[in-house]
């Protein structure tokens, strides 16, 4: 990611400010399907932004690593955590996902919501635990005009194909899966 790109970021989040709105819940193209999250495990929070995802799945008992290239993000996330109460159950650190995922062991779960990275998609996969689940939500041409950063229709099925699907669905530009490996 260019130097651009992370003070664009940085910029939007300064802007936004710190939040505690949706750290109770899970991300909207999740809720109706909270229970198929566990609640024992390591979780990784790819584009985890001001951490309300990696929050809502440390509040579940996973330990939880996000990641985000702005570090204003990474900053307000980790208040967050702590002002949840849930600090001790998340790491958060700043990474260039341009550059692939950083090493580490198999999750349980993969949160990567609002992010696409197709060149990650092979990564994504290898870094489950066997039974892992995989909650991914993206912006989609389905419903909406096409973009560089939108999935075409039935692009999450495909990408994730090897997994064994739990739900899926695409719609008014939005396109979103749950996988288990």
Excluded: N
């Excluded at 994504?124 to 991914?136: E, H, M, V």
Aim: proline share 7%; hydrophobic share 45%.
């Amino acid at each position: 990611m260019t130097s651009e790109d992370r003070r664009r970021w940085d910029e939007r989040y300064t802007s936004r400010g710190p939040t505690l709105v949706g750290a109770a819940e899970p991300p909207g193209a999740f809720a109706a399907h909270a229970e198929a999250f566990p609640t024992t495990g390591r979780a990784l929070d790819l584009a985890c932004g001001q951490g309300l995802g990696t929050v809502w799945l440390a509040r579940r008992g996973l330990y939880v690593w996000g990641l985000d290239v702005s570090p204003v993000a990474i900053a307000q996330a980790r208040d967050l955590a702590e002002r949840i109460g849930v600090g001790d159950h998340c790491r958060f650190d700043v990474v260039d996902l341009d550059e692939s995922l950083p090493a580490g062991p198999p999750v349980d779960v993969i949160l990567c919501h609002k992010f696409r990275d197709r060149r990650l998609d092979q990564a994504i996969i290898g870094r489950l635990a066997p039974g892992g689940l995989l909650a991914i939500a993206v912006l989609s041409e389905v419903g909406a005009a096409p973009g560089p950063f939108r999935a075409v229709a039935g692009e999450l099925p495909a990408a994730f194909g090897e997994l064994d699907l739990v739900a899926a669905g695409e719609g008014d530009g939005h396109a979103w899966l749950l996988a288990r490996a």
